[in-house]
């Protein structure tokens, strides 16, 4: 064992130091400075008492929390690698004194069995719209058509809108989920507003998509959010080569049962990518921070760029907005997508997208490299037109997710391909 409990940290370790060292103790591997890769299905019993104890404890009917509680038995259920990450994602999380988190082969996994976990039935389901594509067509579609779920899409940007959908359905309402900010019109949910209400008027609880800002940037715990849900593809993993979610939750037991859907039901994320997505965390503040840096200046260049007629960044909003006002209180930073509308329509957006050479046409975003698509025809295909009227996004709106590159070449790009249209 070291110095510290690699689980614990001391409480006066600082958000670097934390990434950097919880969830690996060395003297566990024979003093390996990183951890191996647990790279097995199966794990051998001490005994039969114990390999007894390991199955009360993970099927929930031993609560005793022993130092070995997640002990793993199997890897569909748990596996070495992890449990490291997940110690070491939770302990990133602020405003929650006792959080956990649980690892999912995708972000959208994570969110459908969340939902499976909570939801029976003729529950009532509201989703802050927009949303990501994927997310929604999980809400509009399979959750009413296989889960049999009431399922309520809200326009995020009418706050009166959200009031009134809770109280109509307080009676039934299980979950409550927004992403803040956006995809991709990056409007403001106030966290704190929604949470007040799922939590004064129903006995429901709320999920936040955290994946635009990441652990960095915002903390969805401070402002009374129950579950915060991460796709892991993005900046956590942070190099485009893996896919991966997390949910992390304030209440353990809920976590466990979240987990246990998961096991259960079968899908089973690999050791290999925890193993990457737990270096990927030592570095996630630094990824983040710099590739915000890169992203205001590419915002500014597009602002100032006579063929670009509207750029949607939270720097940039009127400071008498209910935008600003959320953007002021619950975030640490612009981030580092982009929205942005060229002059013209769907076929200047496309002359600008197949003309960019640093910029890769693809979906995604908080990798190294930078990415540009067209929400309307591509991430959020499948939206019903008048909700992407309605959310702020045109048929020319082109989404940056803005990467690690040196800024100028990034702005370079931009500027040749806006110089065809
Ligand atoms: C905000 C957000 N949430 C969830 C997801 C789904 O994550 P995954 O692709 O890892 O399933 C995405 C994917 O792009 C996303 O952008």
């Known amino acids: 064992m070291g110095k510290h409990d690699w689980r614990e940290p001391p409480k006066k370790w600082n958000f670097r130091t934390r990434a950097a060292h919880v969830g690996y103790d060395p003297f566990l591997s024979m003093g390996a400075a990183r951890p191996p890769i647990f790279s097995c299905s199966t794990f051998i019993a001490e005994n039969a008492e114990k390999l ?80 990501y594509g994927g997310t929604d067509h999980q809400f509009r579609h399979l959750m009413p058509e296989k889960l049999g779920l009431n399922v309520v899409p809200v326009d995020v940007s009418d706050p009166n809108k ?139 260049f597009l602002l100032d760029h006579p063929k670009v007629d509207r750029v949607i960044y939270p720097d940039f909003y009127d400071k008498n907005s209910a935008n600003w006002e959320i953007y002021q209180k619950q975030c640490e930073g612009p981030g580092s997508m982009i929205t942005f509308d060229p002059a013209g329509g769907k076929e200047e957006s496309y002359t600008i997208l197949n003309n960019l050479e640093i910029f890769g046409l693809a979906v995604s975003l908080g990798g190294v490299e930078s990415l540009a698509e067209n929400p309307w025809f591509h991430t959020h295909l499948d939206v019903p037109d008048e909700d992407k009227l309605n959310s702020n996004f045109k048929p020319q709106t082109v989404r940056l997710a803005v990467g690690l590159e040196d800024p100028d070449d990034l702005c370079g790009d931009l500027e040749q391909a806006l110089a065809r249209i």
């Open 52 to 131: 007894e104890n390991m199955f009360r404890r993970s099927a929930g009917l031993d609560k005793v929390l022993a130092p070995d509680d997640e002990w793993p038995i199997y890897t569909r259920i748990s596996n070495p690698n992890f449990i490291m990450l997940c110690d070491r994602l939770q302990c990133l999380e602020q405003g929650a004194d006792n959080s956990r988190a649980v690892y999912f082969p995708s972000g959208l996994s994570a969110i459908f069995t969340t939902v499976l976990a909570l939801c029976n039935p003729g529950d009532t389901l509201i989703f802050g719209i927009p949303i």
């Open 162 to 300: 959200m009031e009134e959908a809770i109280k109509k359905y307080a009676n039934t309402l299980k979950l409550v989920f927004i992403e803040t900010p956006a995809n991709p019109s990056l409007t403001m949910v106030d966290i704190q507003a929604v949470a007040d209400l799922t939590h004064s008027l129903s006995d429901g609880i709320l999920a936040v998509d955290n994946t635009f800002m990441s652990p960095i940037l915002q903390h969805p715990f401070k402002y009374g959010t129950d579950i915060i849900i991460y796709s892991g593809t993005k900046s956590i993993g942070g190099h485009s080569d893996l896919i991966a979610g997390f949910i992390v939750d304030r209440d353990v037991s809920r976590a466990a049962k979240i987990n246990s859907t998961r096991s259960t039901s079968g899908p089973t994320p690999s050791a290999y990518d925890a193993w990457l997505l737990f270096r990927s965390l030592d570095t996630l503040e630094v990824r983040v921070l710099k590739s915000q840096e890169n992203t205001k200046k590419v915002a500014k």
